[in-house]
């Protein structure tokens, strides 16, 4: 877990300071596949910024993603650009959840949840192969993007399908 103890950053007000940061970033579950960062320990940067009545803390980074595809479970890989932003109050007798960083225990931050955290808010609705991905054949399973399978198009509806049997038998 990448933490940075505040305690040995001293700002005043209306001071900011940059910092690099190595982050530590471990497998996440999305829609119940596995995924991995690549690397897992990219540098972010992260802005500590002392205001008059709290701190503002930005962390940007761009997170490289790798894991199934939705529709064809083929490796998939993203880049995620992530631009979080989160708030402490000064004042710790304002008890006000929005102003609480909840990534902040003790003077203490919590780099990699916050991190983690915000790659997940950050996420395409589907993660794919290709944007086009047309995914696998409902009846062999064969990914259509290596080409069509012999299944032909999917079967017409039954009721259908009836009336084609007794207009062949009848063409006989
Ligand atoms: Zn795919
Ligand atoms: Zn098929």
Redesign the pocket.
């Known amino acids: 877990m990448t933490s940075l103890d505040l305690r040995k950053i001293t700002l005043r007000v209306g001071d900011a300071v940059e910092r690099d940061e190595i982050l530590e970033l471990h497998d996440v579950s999305i829609g119940g596949q596995r995924f991995s960062f690549e690397p897992a320990q990219p540098v972010a940067r992260l802005t500590l910024a002392r205001a008059t009545t709290g701190m503002v803390f930005t962390l940007t980074f761009t997170a490289s993603l790798r894991g199934p595809c939705a529709r064809c479970l083929a490796d998939a890989a993203l880049e995620v650009p992530v631009e979080a932003t989160e708030y402490e109050a000064v004042d710790p007798s304002a008890d006000v959840d929005e102003l609480e960083n909840p990534y902040l225990d003790d003077d203490v931050l919590d780099l990699s949840s916050w991190a983690r955290d915000a790659v997940l808010l950050s996420l395409p609705e589907k993660i794919l192969c290709a944007k086009a991905c047309p995914g696998?054949?409902?009846?062999?399973?064969?990914r259509?993007d290596e080409g069509?399978?012999?299944?032909?198009p999917p079967p017409a509806d039954s009721r259908w399908s009836k009336l084609e049997e007794l207009r062949a038998e009848l063409a006989e």
Not at 148 to 152: A, P, T
């Open positions: 696998l054949c409902g009846s062999c399973g064969r259509l069509s399978c012999e299944c032909g």
